[in-house]
């Protein structure tokens, strides 16, 4: 198989490869892979001048509004923000608050008047702001913020205020440092009557760089990772800021206090607003994907040069990445990063056709972008935190030094997991979306369709407790058909079986939380179910569409190996439900290792499709790629050492 790396690029870059090619280009300029050995306030002051280098470039422009001297490139901005995780993570955090948050807020939450009065600053990084939303108190659980704001007709004024210390705005970008205005998210208060949260505009520093009366400005300090995001903790003593600071796209006071809403009930209006900023969770995926791949690159590529232990046969050392057991730690993770990469390039497109003109109103994509969001996000942040960990062990006690990139990425991805909303709690989110059109679709059934749906589960319980169901539906663990069958069958079976263990919380005086809170971890699985077959579909779409043959080919073989690696990794639920015989689960395992020794050939031209320029891979654990000879034939397995432990 002879696979063009350009090509192969050309299909992983997608629709908005001239933007990644761009990026490519202007991102020689920023001090990336900064010395670990800056202080934080050098290293804030470094980010802080690379973010408005970056403005400089126009590049941010582009996904605003082109009335405001925007590009109205949605898609495009995403996929630039994402690109900076092959480089300074901590740009790309700080990038993503400044036009991603604050000034996506600014744009999809306000109104006309907040356009013409800040759009133009945001964009120029003029005017740096923080999206305040995260308190001490409440992380997660958004709808219950403690933070008020409080109506006062005489003034035509709001009044900002924390009522406690848990109500607190917490680990807010640039608010430590940089920030002179906050959208500040608050249960709304007007005659005496809360309508739940809304977002307002409060400037937090005046132009000398000092506090606002009344706000309180603290710094979270030294974190594990992103040290150049300062982070800093906001509180309001009775802040006032006029009646129009209220970001009033969704909710309105008119001047004598009277609230107003084109969304009367206020959960909807409440999910609705956070809808909107669905661009942030996307994004911190993107992130996660760049981060992932560029630690695949660095133990890939080195991997391909470190040699232990001794060939028998030849008395040459080997390679390291030629041993199955070091390709097995590697292939399957690059699989399922090539996997979640077409996955997020297929949720950005949605996302950024979702946001033009005449499609806004379309709820029912919305809702589905909002779920597959939540679902990618988690999935691809948790791969990326345990991909870089293998990674570095991958690479040994080279992979431990920070000069060689691994430590920073692994310390900077850390926290991906739980901004922009806890892994878990999003997969819940998931569930729950999951669970509601399941109800739906199951009450549009005719009384024949109910009564088919109660006799297939009748027989489906039959099938499982016998065993025959893997007599029933034999196949080829290898074939895409047979494993989008197994993958589908998942997804189904555990979505069924969770909604008839939540419909118990529907009989009169159950108790519902006691029913959900046991059912969470099906719910879980249930979630994550549904999110591996997405990414199926999603990779097996663009091997489809791919009309290089080599490239093709080489990408239906690492979709096989991502499914077999989600087949292998929940090898107890198929046979435990009889879609598997535990024989044919070891022919997954043996599966799977042999597509890592066909991939292995390929390996550096699968990282090198990602197309990361080699002045952000540069570091002393590639150097010996200058000098490497060329590798003697890989061993056969008898003649692997014993003694494995210190590979790498």
Known sequence: MTVDRHALQRVLDGRWAQVRNEIRAQMDELAFNPDPDLTTEEYRALTTENLKLLASTGRPRQGFDPAYGGGGDVGGVVTAFAMLGFGDLSLLVKAGVQWGLFGGAVQVLGTKHHHDAYLRQIMDGELLGCFAMTETGHGSDVQHLRTTATYDPETREFVVHTPDPGARKDYIGNAARDGRMAVVFAQLVTQGRSHGVHALLVPIRDEDGNPMPGVTIGDCGHKAGLNGVDNG??????????REALLNRFGDVS???TYTSSIANETR???TMLGTLVRGRISVAGGA???????????????AIRRQFADPATGEEVVVLDYLVHQRKLLPALATTYALHFAQADLVSDMHDLQTPGAEGDEWRQREL???AAGIKAVATWHATATIQTCREACGGA???????LPALKADTDVFTTFEGDNTVLLQLVAKTLLSDYGRRVARLSPV?????AADLVADAVVERTGARALLRRGDVTDREYQRWLLVERERHLLANAAQRMRKALAPGADQFGIFNGAQDHLIAAARAHVDRIVFDSFAAAVDRTTDAGVRDLLAEVLRLYALTVIENDRAFFIEHSYLTPGRAKTVTQAVNALCGRLRPHARTLVDGFGIPERWLECPLLEGEKEQPAAPPAPSQDDEPSDLASVG
Do not use: M, W
């Not at 992979?399 to 990139?405: D, E, R, T, V």
């Not at 369709?449 to 749906?453: E, L, M, Q, S, V």
């Open 233 to 242: 903790r906001l509180t309001f003593d009775h802040v006032r800021v006029p």
């Open 399 to 405: 992979g431990y030094l920070s000069a060689n990139l």
């Open 255 to 257: 001047e004598d206090g």
């Open 269 to 271: 209006r409440f999910f």
């Open 449 to 453: 369709g109910k009564a088919k749906f």
């Open 370 to 372: 909002e779920t597959r």
């Open 289 to 303: 994907c760049t981060a992932t791949q560029k630690a695949l690159a660095l133990a890939i590529r080195y991997g």
